[in-house]
């Protein structure tokens, strides 16, 4: 649709074509990172800039304790989201959630006072709750 818009207000065919080139190259590289995932976030109670209440697509990783949202159609815009703890889990009630299955899972995080969800298929349930499943390893004695 965007592509058609910009080919009737008159940009040059080469533009069009070479931004839907950077587009789908943006799109399969950030398919080929490390933990990637597609799914659907949203803030649940507080505030955190770039985010909403409503559900807005996009493509989610872990680096750390720290979730990068890309946000769809264009994937050009990343959200970084530092997490404190993950807070809950459930499934997805009927129609909540669009294309990500038929039930998906929802994922409940604190990050800084707020509490944004995640969802995604089922199955990518280990890449939504990243690094913070794991129990922090015992600390070792120096004896």
């Known amino acids: 649709m965007l592509i058609a818009l910009l080919v009737a207000l008159g940009v040059d065919l080469i533009v069009v074509v070479g931004f839907a080139a950077l587009v789908l190259g943006r799109k399969r590289w950030?398919?080929?990172?490390?933990?990637?995932?597609?799914?659907?976030i949203r803030v649940s109670s507080g505030d955190i800039d770039g985010l909403s209440p409503k559900w807005k697509r996009g493509s989610g990783r872990w680096v750390r304790d720290v979730l990068v949202w890309n946000k769809a159609p264009l994937m050009f815009r990343s959200e970084l989201v530092a997490v404190d703890r993950?807070?809950?889990?459930?499934?997805?009630?009927?129609?909540?959630?669009?294309?990500?299955?038929?039930?998906?899972?929802?994922?409940?995080?604190?990050?800084d006072g707020a509490k944004i969800e995640v969802a995604a298929k089922t199955e990518h349930r280990a890449l939504v709750t990243g690094p913070l499943v794991t129990p922090p390893a015992p600390a070792r004695s120096h004896t």
């Open 86 to 111: 993950l807070s809950g889990e459930r499934q997805a009630h009927d129609g909540e959630v669009k294309r990500l299955g038929d039930t998906p899972v929802v994922v409940e995080f604190t990050a």
């Open 30 to 40: 950030l398919k080929r990172q490390p933990g990637e995932f597609a799914g659907a």
